[in-house]
């Protein structure tokens, strides 16, 4: 036997050997050094969810509302993920979302007014957030004003195109039935389990080789248990969230009944609804696709050097302003989609979509999942953690109490707490 050979069965043996137990015993100690990464957001999420099923368990722990929250938080933790990139640089951009609404004003423009086809009209949303964050990033990388004064000329100057789109007051309604299936239709039951099987299957093989690669390399890698764990776990809870959503979700009464799937409906019936919804679909795929260009492209690996120091990486040979634009300009482009997504839910576009708390949510999610305000520390998967914290708190504070104010100290105050989190945990991982 070679002698690359018994370094690679020493490593996969010693691999196995650690199991669950020692995984999890390293795991705390990355915690107590510092590296908190989303274990506050996923601790919160589950208070969250245990406090509001003890006070509304009637109205919280139903699968309508279930179905509801995804659809309430989808467009947040998009444009979460955005944010992601930004922040992963140190920098802020404040103008994200009024840029995700006035991509919504040029494609309700586009569909209605100019008569475009919807992949024409989607595409000329999505440029016009390409362009804005383009116009930033060169604002901000060639020319070096800092992040925070050009988003927030953006900001402002936004609100004037928004206004200039659509009028005082205005609102234009999204003549596209494919452009409003996104966030109010549902896959049909065998798509959602096809979803469920794809996600499962190559979630278990992705991590596998990644696993045979580090030991063919004679590097320390992941447990085979500890491995099987994560598939199992992943695939029983996502089994149990397909099940749950692909129950009949509507609620009927005074004797009426479900309309059938096929044939000819009584009058008076009640349409269905279940399956899961296409706006996770959405998630999963945006998901899948950046997690990659972070982890597993040297652009990616690029954004963390500049995030972590911008100096060295610049002395290392990389184009931090060209990585600083780039950076913007997805931001802005995800901000697009975020407003296409918005504008399906609403059925429609006014002045006001992406304003108000939508853009303090979305950098709320991104902070609140694991990113650190600092830069060089974060993953996709932050936005989508944190984003459902967010949503949980969206919907769940309603129902206990009316009064709105409460929702934004509450969500406020869980900010305020993942930013001090983050500092701490710097600290600590610093003089570590």
């Given amino acids: 036997m070679s002698t690359t ?9 010693a691999g196995d050997s650690a199991g669950v137990g020692q995984a999890f015993r390293d795991y705390v100690n990355r915690v107590k050094g510092g590296d908190v990464g989303s274990l506050p957001a996923i601790l919160g999420l589950v208070a969250l969810i245990i406090l509001f099923s003890i006070l509304q368990r009637d109205v919280f722990l139903t699968i309508l509302n279930f179905a509801n929250l995804i659809n309430q938080g989808t467009a947040i933790i998009v444009l979460a993920m955005g944010l992601v990139f930004v922040l992963l640089l140190g920098e802020i951009d404040l103008s ?55 988003t927030l000329a953006m900001f402002l100057a936004l609100q004037g195109v928004m206004l200039l789109i659509i009028g ?52 320390r890698s992941t447990a ?41 409906a009584p009058i008076g019936c009640i ?6 919804p296409w706006a996770v679909l959405v998630i999963i795929v945006l ?20 995030g972590g120091n911008s100096e060295a990486a610049r002395r290392a040979g990389i184009s931090v302003k060209g990585i600083k634009t780039y950076c913007f300009m997805i931001c802005s482009t995800l901000a697009a989609v975020a ?24 950098v709320g999610a991104a902070v609140i999942g694991g990113t650190s305000l600092f830069g060089g520390r974060g993953r996709i998967a932050d936005a989508v953690i944190g984003g459902l914290v967010i949503a949980v708190i969206a ?6 109490t009316q009064q709105s104010g409460i929702q934004f100290v509450v969500t406020g105050l869980v900010l305020l707490v993942a930013a001090s989190v983050d500092a701490l945990s710097r600290k600590r991982s610093t003089t570590g």
């Fill in 168 to 219: 005082d007051g205005g609102t234009i309604g999204i003549q596209s039935d494919v452009i409003l299936a996104v966030m109010n239709k549902n896959m049909p039951i065998w798509a959602g389990w096809l979803l469920w099987a794809v996600v499962s299957a190559g979630y278990a093989l992705v991590t596998w080789r990644a696993i045979a690669g580090r030991r063919k390399a004679g590097l």
């Fill in 5 to 13: 050979q018994t370094t690679d069965v020493d490593v996969s043996a």
């Fill in 224 to 264: 085979t248990s500890v491995w099987a764990f994560k598939v199992i776990a992943l695939t029983v809870l996502a089994g149990v969230g397909v099940w749950l959503l692909s129950q009949e979700r509507q609620i009927l009464n005074n004797g009426k009944t479900s309309c059938p799937v096929d044939g000819e």
């Fill in 339 to 362: 407003g296409v997504l918005i504008a399906s839910r609403d059925n429609s576009v006014s002045p006001t979509t992406g304003g108000a708390q939508t853009l303090l949510f979305a």
């Fill in 96 to 150: 994200a979302g009024f840029a995700a609404g006035t991509a919504a004003a040029i494609l309700a423009v586009a569909l209605t007014s100019w008569g475009w086809a919807w992949p024409i009209a989607l595409a000329a949303a999505l440029l016009t957030g390409t362009v804005i964050g383009l116009i930033i990033g060169l604002l901000v990388a060639r020319l070096g004003i800092p992040s925070f004064v050009v």
């Fill in 287 to 306: 998901l899948v696709f950046l997690t990659f260009v972070l982890s597993r492209t040297s652009f990616g690996r690029h954004i963390y050097a500049v």
């Fill in 271 to 276: 349409p269905v609804i279940r399956g899961v």
């Fill in 395 to 400: 919907n769940g504070l309603p129902l206990v």
